[in-house]
């Protein structure tokens, strides 16, 4: 599969844009591969071959570009998305990895004209409770959803209406990845169930654990993997989700409701067999999502 896209820059070379670095230069090797960010994280990103080039400077990183992959937290997306649509040449796409998707896309409308670059508001359902261009890899998105904001076969937002979509939907399918088309907030409901929900409630159970742990280390010293498998959320700092608790909380407060009344309704059933079909249902549920890998 030839480029569709023969300069792209990341802007955010960290797990997310590391990894949609080196897997474009591991599909697309003749795409050149500009990173934007800290210069010790672009040092870095040089040395894993992430990207073939690198600038502080988000002018010098945009020129010429005819992809611009947008890899920051939600907060300084944000920021920045004003100086991105300024600066992006007329004929890009501009995308963003951001794990919200209201109020990026809400920015991106202000920022982006019709006679200018071209905005597509994306969120791969990948990642790892590690960050850093240390941890990217070129395989992170294969066999993950990755969410793109529109619909496939309506209205402007169409790939069948602007090449630059449905050039950008075959390299993430070509990557690994399987494009689902959602609104904004669908996505954002989606999401607080399925990722930010899960997230929260693994840091809660660390704290239940840790406020537990007596001196001698005790209970945390009899945990096996299923502890260990249960916390593997709470490793991911509180920095990677602050912006996206934050632009979500009305829904995170709403699943938030939902899981309360669940323990509580688990908690009645403690010594009831009516708690047997709590776990049926769960094992139910844990066989569709093995099965989906």
């Known amino acids: 599969m030839a480029a569709a896209f023969h300069r792209a820059a990341i802007v955010g070379t960290g797990l997310i ?3 949609f670095a080196l897997a474009l230069r591991k599909y697309f090797p003749e795409t050149v591969v500009v990173g934007w960010d800290k210069p010790q994280v672009l040092e870095q990103a040089l040395e894993r071959n992430a990207i073939s080039q690198g600038s502080t400077d988000l002018a010098v990183a945009l020129a010429g570009t005819d992809l611009v992959y947008v890899a920051l937290p939600v907060g300084h997306t944000i920021e920045l998305l004003p100086e991105i649509g300024r600066l992006a040449p007329r004929t890009a796409l501009v995308t963003d990895a951001c794990s919200t998707k209201r109020s990026v896309c809400a920015a991106a409308a202000e920022s982006f004209t ?3 670059a071209r905005f597509l508001g994306g ?3 990948a990642g790892k409770e590690i960050s850093g261009i240390a941890s990217a890899d070129a395989n992170l998105f294969r066999g993950s959803k990755y969410a793109l904001i529109g619909t496939a076969d309506k209205t402007t937002e ?3 209406t ?3 979509l449905s050039n950008f939907v075959a390299l993430i399918e070509k990557i690994g990845a399987d494009p689902v088309w959602l609104a904004a907030d669908v996505h954002d409901r989606a999401v607080a169930v399925v990722s930010h929900l899960p997230q929260l409630l693994s840091v809660a159970l660390a704290g239940v654990v840790r406020a537990q742990t007596d001196e001698n280390g005790l209970p ?4 096996g993997r299923g502890l260990r498998d249960a916390l593997r959320l709470a490793g991911s700092p509180y920095s990677v989700w602050r912006d996206i608790i934050l632009t979500n909380s009305d829904n995170l407060e709403e699943m938030l409701d939902h899981m309360i009344q669940a323990l509580e309704q688990v908690r009645s059933e403690l010594r009831t067999r009516a708690l047997e079909a709590e776990f049926s249902e769960a094992g139910e549920l844990y066989k569709i999502l093995r099965d989906m890998q």
Request: hydrophobic content about 20%; overall charge neutral.
């Open 162 to 164: 602007d090449p630059r």
């Open 220 to 223: 945390v010293t009899l945990a």
């Open 17 to 19: 844009g590391g990894s």
């Open 123 to 125: 969120h791969p359902m």
């Open 114 to 116: 019709e006679n200018g």
């Open 158 to 160: 169409s790939p069948k």
